[in-house]
């Protein structure tokens, strides 16, 4: 009884982190990950295959970047593509630069595992 007891609490804890360590991997709101899907497959040929491999993508990008460094890589890529002033600010910044090389990192590890 004693052993029985013991296993169902280590049962239990251990559901308990893997079921923090999903929440942490998980923290991509579901619009985001179909944005990105989208987005990539137009760019790999709108195909069965190009949803698997965009899928898997995003998946590995996600266990690299949280969320809102994703956002903000993003969000620098996009206003990087600016011309004037506003894209110069940004591709001036050491901050800026190094949330564009993250970016392009996880997506480099992304493309070998999934494409």
């Given at each position: 009884?004693?052993?029985?007891?013991?296993?169902?609490?280590?049962?239990?804890?251990?559901?308990?982190?893997?079921?923090a360590?999903?929440?942490?991997?998980?923290d991509?709101?579901?619009?985001?990950?179909?944005?990105?899907?989208?987005?990539?497959?137009?760019?790999?040929?709108?195909?069965?295959?190009?949803?698997?491999?965009?899928?898997?993508?995003?998946?590995?990008?996600?266990?690299?970047?949280?969320?809102?460094?994703?956002?903000?890589?993003?969000?620098?890529?996009?206003?990087?593509?600016?011309?004037?002033?506003?894209?110069?600010?940004?591709?001036?910044?050491?901050?800026?630069?190094?949330?564009?090389?993250?970016?392009?990192?996880?997506?480099?590890?992304?493309?070998?595992?999934?494409?």
């Amino acid at each position: 009884m004693r052993f029985l007891s013991a296993f169902l609490i280590l049962a239990q804890l251990s559901l308990a982190v893997g079921l923090a360590r999903a929440a942490d991997l998980n923290d991509y709101p579901t619009a985001a990950r179909a944005d990105y899907v989208f987005g990539c497959m137009k760019a790999n040929g709108d195909t069965r295959l190009s949803l698997d491999q965009c899928s898997c993508s995003i998946d590995v990008i996600a266990t690299i970047l949280p969320y809102e460094r994703y956002v903000a890589a993003e969000t620098v890529a996009s206003v990087n593509q600016q011309a004037g002033q506003v894209g110069a600010l940004m591709r001036n910044t050491d901050a800026a630069r190094d949330m564009l090389q993250d970016l392009r990192r996880a997506q480099a590890e992304a493309q070998v595992r999934c494409f």
